[in-house]
DNA sequence: CTGTTAGCGCTTTCAC
DNA sequence: GTGAAAGCGCTAACAG
């Protein structure tokens, strides 16, 4: 356990370099040494210690992935999608949760830094922007996800928002609903903020007035989707309609609007936003707006890695996945 | 960006090695040098080359984690477990899927190796068992959890399998089912075997004999469960009674029980394994077996950690966490 | 208390 | 083709 080239080189009885060169298919090798000093590496179950080659190189082939929570199925799968690619490229992936919560992910991307990182994928928190400080002092390849900073100049990979949250409107407005909750999150967030603009875009085009529109501001959690429109219900609030800014926010809602003894689509029309994998298996199949998510997560990789790898211009890339509306029972 | 110590050595006027023994509060640095060091250190944006110090040390303070699919929302709350942990104690963790496939493990085996991580935590695949071999050459700690090779002495944290499954079995038997199936996994899997032994534990006490229990092996996909479960209908097979190895499967079985126009739990019973966030969501909201999910993973990782730290005995340490049955309308 | 020397495992000049 | 020497950034002896 442990043979180093230094052991092969004794072992073969030529200089460490040598066997580096051998090892490393580099040429002015004669092929008989060659053969030897593979043979012998076999022998010893050499493993090259890929700590001092990095240390020499300054490349890890290991990037960091920050989301804000690894169990919502959404995230779950971009995950899926950057390990599959990193991997396949000869890179591995140190994750790392920032809980929605500025704290944790700037200690992540203290610590991902520290780790020497080539580079990293993440979803901005977004509640303060504190975190663009920090990666200003990063000084290696960052690509976003799903949210981005809006002044910077950064790499990111999205899907069209604005979109997105226009057909679900639009679905909405078709199916005769006027009293329209959006179920918004935080709206530092730039996503958050997208989605909205659809919303008021599709309304503009349907000729109703933004009277029309109550948008509730609230976190992201299931629970808080279903606080809130519990909220909304006990209020008595004129609701026919409800976008959720995500699937999760609709199964909470879903859960406040059957307790409360409504009808879906019936009384109150539900979508929601992601499709996850579970959104045909609820209670009522959910009507959503979906998002490629795997390839999200694989191009956002090839597009961090392919910078690392210098094939990539200089100039920011955005990318910019299309949505699609799935209709079910809920809208 | 990127200064080392012999920069802030250079600019403190003392040698590297001073340097490093203020940074690291070793005692023999007068308090006037250490402050000095610390100040400019602070100045020039230190980051120790963490790279260095493993080459040194032997310690990457990095763990792998391999589950076979973080997409599973059953391994997704895991992940958050260990990721937590880890982090809370100063360390990182890469995450690898295995995709329920050995050559995937192995090369992940293989990859974390090379990265020089600390230690591993590990779902097995269990199709075949030539992981104990690439195992049995890491000389390092390795932390198995839900499923670890029966034989060998290592160590592992599970939920009790066979009370999990006797206690599914009890209530599928109490509510009046005589023609039960098993739709379970690969029996090369450990927990695969466990469960039906706890199956087969509840029908010998309710006085059943084995006749009365039909066991379905199957992959471990949402789609198995639906396929073999739309086979068994179709061949007009007399179930009344299912319990399924995961929630997964259960819930690919409950949309093959629906489709055929059959009620749960009238026509059919379900239960399932593992309590994911969605059971209680479902069309039919799922009966099925919580595991502390989150703690599997924290305990592993614990574990793990104590380890590598030297705060364990020699022996094996095997941790069998409680399951409990959580009724809900499915059976 | 502080500096010098050596070395972790590997690669990279640059002679020979 | 091959080897000797130097160095990546840091720590661990050991002298002084």
Redo the contacts with the bound molecule.
Sequence with gaps: V?A???DIARAA??????V??A??NKP???P??REKVLEIARKLNYS??YL??S???GQTRTVGAIVTDNTNPFYARIIKGIEDTARARGYVMILCNSNENNADELEAIQVLQEKRVDGILMTPVQRDMRYLDLLRRFDKPIVFFNRHPDDAAVDYVINDNQLGARLATERLIAIGRRNLVYLSGPETISSVRERLEGCRAAMRTAGLSSDSLRVEPTDLMMEDGHRVMRRLIDAASPVDGVLAYSDLLAVGAMRAILEAGMRIPADVALVGYDDIEFAPMLEVPLTTVRQPRYRIGEQAANLLIDRLEGSRPEEPVRIVLKPELVLRSSA
């Design positions: 442990g180093t080239i230094k009885k030529v200089s460490t370099n040598t580096s060169r090892l490393n002015d090798v004669s008989k040494t090259p210690n001092a080659k240390l020499i190189s």
